[in-house]
């Protein structure tokens, strides 16, 4: 049973920093994907920053500059550091994977979601 476990989130002051953990357990067969989304009230969910197995990177503009996506591959974990935060930053941040999974002698690549975290900032 794959699963993503996301910490790190909570409370910072704007202009602060914050860091997020995502680790995978699980019978990884290959990392295609490591992303971070995020929710806020009465929004929909948005793309925050992603990771690709060529380890290329991608950034939402409002955090291009502020917050930075990185993977320990060792690890099947995903990071997200955010600088300069933002009270538009606060939301609850998502963790998203896709692995291909071996399951019955065949592969197939599957989504995944963390439970989510709040990062809330504040004043």
Known sequence: QVQLVESG?????????????????????????????????????????DSTSGDSTNYADSVKGRFTISRDNAKNTVYLQMTSLKPEDTAVYYCYAKFSILRGG????????GQGTQVTVSS
């Open 106 to 113: 065949i592969l197939n690549d599957y989504d995944y979601w």
């Open 9 to 49: 989130g909570g409370m910072a002051q704007p202009g602060g920093s914050l860091r997020l953990s995502c680790a995978a357990s699980g019978r990884i067969f290959n990392v295609n994907v490591m992303a971070w989304y995020r929710q806020a009230p009465g929004k929909q969910r948005e793309l925050v920053a």
